[in-house]
């Protein structure tokens, strides 16, 4: 008698376990059709946002990066200059 309560309880066990996989997987798929479109437009939304950086970044970092090129380039220039006219009154003696 407690042998036939054993198995009529294992089989009980299994349909249960067979069933709550069966109700897991529905689950995921019905999440899964709601999940997914949200994931395109969130990768619609990604492509959009680089492609305006690289816009943004061709159209206003490169003028930008010259522009501080050229600076720097001036900024030098003028250091050279500065030193050699502080060179030129020290050998004429005009510096002190």
Avoid at 42 to 69: D, H, K, Q, Y
């Amino acid at each position: 008698m407690l042998e036939q309560f054993r198995d009529i309880m294992i089989i009980i066990s299994a349909f249960l376990f067979i069933g709550a996989v069966l109700a897991f997987i529905i689950v995921l798929a019905l999440l899964f059709r709601k999940v997914s479109p949200i994931m395109n437009s969130a990768r619609s939304i990604a492509g959009n946002i680089e492609n305006v950086s690289s816009v943004v970044s061709g159209r206003m970092l490169g003028p930008v990066v010259r522009a501080v090129m050229v600076a720097a380039g001036l900024r030098r220039a003028a250091s050279i200059f500065t030193k050699r006219s502080r060179g030129k009154e020290k050998k004429d003696g005009k510096g002190q």
